[in-house]
């Protein structure tokens, strides 16, 4: 079984910053893909960022510019570094983790963003 924790949402102003992280614990596979989602109530969970085990990354469009992904495979962490936040930005915020098939995959359990004046 594995176990993701994340932290680092909060509330926070237009324009502000905040650092996501997920740690992932218990019985660790090689989690080739790991990554961010977010949903907001009656949508659909969106892609954020993901990023492979060799650093390729991948953003949505509408934080492009804005959001960093990363990650510490000694530590089994993956980060999101989040500038120039918007409103509409405010979302529960989700890692997920997967084999490079989408084997393996987790879920975290969700941390709230809120972006907010």
């Known amino acids: 079984q594995v176990q993701l924790v994340e932290s680092g949402g909060g509330l926070v102003q237009p324009g502000g910053s905040l650092r996501l992280s997920c740690a992932a614990s218990g019985s660790i596979f090689n989690f080739y893909v790991m990554g961010w989602y977010r949903q907001t109530p009656g949508k659909q969970r969106e892609l954020v960022a993901t990023?492979?085990?060799?650093?390729?990354?991948n953003y949505a469009d509408s934080v492009k510019g804005r959001f960093t992904i990363s990650r510490d495979n000694a530590k089994n962490t993956v980060y999101l570094q989040m500038n120039s936040l918007k409103s509409d930005d405010t979302a529960v915020y989700y890692c997920n983790v997967r084999g490079l098939w989408g084997e393996n995959e987790y879920w975290g359990q969700g941390t709230q963003v809120t972006v907010s004046s």
């Open positions: 990023i492979t085990s060799p650093g390729r990354t």
